[in-house]
Every structure is written in C-alpha cells, then in structure tokens.
C-alpha cells in the first residue's frame, strides 16, 4: 500500500501563489506516475496536473502556464506549484499515485481557497 498526505493548501488572494506538497510512504516502489486532481463544490473532480515516472508531464488547459508540478524522488515527495491563482481555482486539491497492476491511492486532500 501507498499512503498520501497532502499539505499546503489555505486562503490566498487572486494573483496570490500556493505551494501544495504530498507526501507518500509505504510501497514507493509501486508508484508509476503521480498526480494532482481538483473537486469544486458541486462539480466533479477533474485533473489538475500529473507527471509520470519517466518525467513526462500533462496539465489542465486551464492551468497551463500558471501552475508547475514536480517531484523530488529522494524526499518521496510531490509539488503543485501553484503561480496567478484564480477565484476559480478555489477547490478540494488531491493527489494520486497510479501504482501499476496494484490499482491507484489517494490522499485526503487539501483546500485551497482564492479569494477576489
């Protein structure tokens, strides 16, 4: 099993930044890519960024160019730089470690509030 702990997440301004971090423990090993998603109220839970173990990233059109995901391997930890932040932005922020043939984790999620 893999656990993740979100942190990072509070009330910021519009045009403010956020750094969100999750940490993961247990079967590392398992984890193939890795990922932030988002839930407003009454929307669905859409992804935000993610980014595979051979580097490659993907993002949401919506956050393009604003927010930066990455990872430090040695600290077994994810990063969602989160840069010009939007009331719109304001959501449950989650992480998720795909982990191959053994299914998927997630954490309990952070929220981020940007206010205008």
């Known amino acids: 099993q893999v656990q993740l702990v979100e942190s990072g997440g509070g009330l910021v301004q519009a045009g403010g930044a956020l750094r969100l971090s999750c940490a993961a423990s247990g079967s590392i090993s398992w984890i193939t890519a890795m990922g932030w998603y988002r839930q407003a109220p009454g929307k669905q839970r859409d992804l935000v960024a993610a980014l595979t173990n051979g580097g490659a990233t993907v993002y949401a059109d919506s956050v393009k160019g604003r927010f930066t995901v990455s990872r430090d391997i040695s600290q077994n930890t994810l990063y969602l730089q989160m840069n010009s932040l939007k009331p719109e932005d304001t959501a449950v922020y989650s992480c998720?470690?795909?982990?191959?043939?053994?299914?998927?984790?997630w954490g309990q999620g952070t929220q981020v509030t940007v206010s205008s």
């Open positions: 998720r470690a795909d982990l191959g043939d053994y299914g998927t984790s």
